[in-house]
């Protein structure tokens, strides 16, 4: 194994809150960098992570030929036609989940640690054993969730099974942060969730309709140098990671209007 | 208590729901993480009761023992009302 991969594995409890957005819109951006990323797709039950990529019909091989030794790795890696530094290593045929176990996922892992500085797992939702396979071969996780009650209760849980391994760090990434919601007091605000969770922040991502415009085409946010606002919490989660010193974005200074002022104005603290 | 908070009520009406859900997730993860279920906690509780009862005399109604949790560490928290002191211990 290469001994500087990062193997993170991107996960959350809770289904649909983001992991395999930010699985492909983090893999690019990294790959943007000039680091050598491999994201793989661990959700084999229902794998997203090609569509969400634009690859879908580029995937000849998958996970499973390689770890039945029908092909090589580098016949299953789907290359990113537009960013040669990502390479996708799709899932198999749902029936995987019947026979997969933790030792298949660190063959599969160490083989991609070989060849990559990054290696980004898209884990499963729930907590059972498609979770405990791809969490098996990680070395950190980013935990990522919403401002939602039940979103951060299921992260709460990963976070605690993530404890008992030996996966560190642990970061947190809070997704479809609303600055309005928030300064209104509707929405749990990021320090609720870090206070609750107590993971360090890796980033917020803002609520942004350009995420699903760019789900559409396949072509994650960070691909095309688009200027919205989640775009820009990807990239910085990616420089984040890096090492890079980036100060968090301020969701209470999101909005500029006389109204947003007074949104925060009522929001402050007073004892 | 923010503004909001402090006119809300002044209005009479709810606090803002996102302190409801921060209130409610504590609790709800005190719970999740001690993984203690509500009978036994229940159970726990009068016996904890029982013992203390041996040694003051406390209001059993008022008597509250609940979970609490901060930086994920979970406390388990008694709130025992003393009336008075027994004299001599009650040992069988
Ligand atoms: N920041 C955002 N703003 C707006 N929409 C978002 C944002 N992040 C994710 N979404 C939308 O939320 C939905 C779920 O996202 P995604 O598929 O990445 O979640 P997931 O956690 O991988 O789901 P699953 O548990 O099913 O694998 C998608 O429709 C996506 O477009
Ligand atoms: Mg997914």
């Known amino acids: 194994m290469a001994p500087n991969t990062r193997i993170i594995l991107i996960c959350s409890g809770k289904g649909g809150v983001g992991k395999t957005t930010l699985t492909a819109n983090l893999g690019i951006a990294l790959a943007q960098q000039g680091v050598k990323t491999a994201v793989l797709d661990a959700d084999f039950g229902l794998r997203n992570l090609d569509l969400l990529l634009g690859l879908e019909n580029r995937i000849v091989y998958t996970a499973q030929e390689v770890l039945e030794e029908t092909c090589r790795l580098d016949q299953a890696l789907v290359k990113h036609k537009r960013e040669s530094n990502l390479a996708l290593l799709p899932a198999g045929n749902p029936r995987m989940l019947d026979w997969l176990k933790p030792d298949d996922m660190q063959r599969i892992v160490s083989m991609l640690a070989e060849k990559f500085d990054y290696v980004l797992i898209d884990c499963p939702a729930g907590v059972e054993d498609g979770f405990k396979n791809a969490a098996s071969a990680a070395q950190e996780a980013i935990v990522i969730t919403t401002p939602e009650i039940s979103a951060v209760r299921d992260a709460d849980r990963v976070i605690g099974l993530l404890n008992t391994k030996s996966i560190k760090p642990i970061q947190l990434v809070l997704n479809r942060v609303r600055p309005k919601m928030i300064a209104s007091q509707e929405m749990l605000s990021v320090n609720d969730v870090t206070d609750i969770l107590a993971l360090p922040l890796l980033g917020l991502v803002l609520e942004d309709e350009q995420v699903i415009v760019s789900t559409n085409r396949g072509e994650p946010l960070t691909l095309t140098g688009s200027k919205s606002p989640a775009a820009r919490c990807y990239g910085n989660v990616a420089r984040r990671l890096q090492g890079e010193d980036i100060p968090l974005i301020d969701p209470s200074k999101e909005g500029q209007s006389l109204r947003d002022k007074f949104r925060r104005l009522m929001a402050t603290k007073i004892f | ?92």
């Open chain 2, 1 to 92: 208590m923010t503004l909001r908070d402090i006119l809300n009520k002044l209005i009479g009406r709810q606090q803002s729901s996102a302190n409801t859900a921060k209130e409610r997730l504590q609790l709800v993860l005190a719970h999740d993480r001690s993984d203690l279920s509500p009978e036994l906690l229940d159970q726990m509780r009068r016996e904890i009761l029982n013992v203390v009862a041996k040694y003051v005399e406390i209001d059993m109604d008022e008597g509250a023992v609940s979970l609490e949790t901060e930086d994920r560490m979970t406390a388990l928290v008694a709130n025992l009302p003393i009336k008075r002191t027994l004299k001599t211990p009650i040992t069988e």
